[in-house]
């Protein structure tokens, strides 16, 4: 499966830009960029998806580099509902499934 | 946008008795389903992938005959812990795969149900 590396844990004050940095440097071609979030015993909730080109939502903008090996999850203004365990995920290539690392705990403080 | 209901949220069996728990997309088809099971303080662990109308493909070191899954429709796939055990008490999630994208924009690629805590005393 691609591997992704995140930090296993991350602070940030409510109300800062939250950055969430990934590693993906297997990456194929033609393989997205998956980020989710899992608030605590909840199902993981999508965040954003992207290929090469930085993609922006309601919820996070996604930053990818120019050689795909490295992302960088944005949520703008954090508040304490965006304390979850975020991961991000790439797949194999040619595979269905969604496999889920470690992710990143991210804290946001008041 | 797209839901996945997921049922039970949670459940408390006696041990080697069986659990069936639904997951189901509600507004749109899923051409894939998966599921997970999580630990207390662990990632999600894939189960299993099944596609409608065939027989579910197993992760490696995860029993077919204990977990049976069943993807009868397009919106609608069950797994069943036959003989549950307490080592089988986990968090169970499903996750249904359709089209990735709606026409209003709406995301249906990957998209998770809210999970069901079994206990199993």
């Known amino acids: 499966d691609a591997k992704t590396t995140q930090p296993p844990s991350m602070d940030c004050a409510e109300g800062r830009a939250a950055n969430l940095p990934c590693n993906h440097s297997?990456?194929?071609?033609?393989?997205?960029v998956y980020w989710y979030r899992q608030i605590h015993s909840q199902g993981p909730q999508y965040i954003i998806h992207?290929?090469?080109n930085n993609e922006t939502n309601e919820m996070a903008s996604l930053i990818i580099t120019e050689d795909r090996k490295s992302s960088t999850l944005i949520l703008p203004h954090a508040t304490l509902r965006d304390t979850a365990v975020y991961y991000c995920i790439v797949k194999s290539p040619g595979s269905e499934k969604l496999v889920f690392g470690k992710g990143t705990k991210l804290t946001v403080n008041p | 946008g797209a839901v996945v209901s997921q049922h039970p949220s949670w459940v408390i069996c006696k041990s080697g008795t069986s659990v069936k728990i639904e997951c189901r997309s509600l507004d749109f088809q899923a051409t894939t389903m998966f599921w997970y099971r999580q630990f207390p303080k662990q990632s999600l662990m894939l189960m299993a992938t099944s596609n409608e109308g065939s027989k579910a493909t197993y992760e490696q070191g995860v029993e077919k005959d204990k977990f049976l899954i069943n993807h009868a429709s397009l919106t609608l796939s069950t797994l069943t812990v036959t003989s549950a055990h307490p080592e089988d008490s986990s968090f169970y999630i499903c996750?249904?795969?359709?089209?990735?994208?709606?026409?209003?924009?709406?995301?249906?690629?990957?998209?998770f149900g809210s999970g069901t805590r079994l206990t199993v005393v």
């Open positions: 992207g290929l090469k």
């Open positions: 996750s249904a795969r359709g089209i990735p994208s709606g026409q209003d924009g709406t995301y249906y690629g990957y998209t």
């Open positions: 297997t990456i194929s071609g033609n393989e997205y």
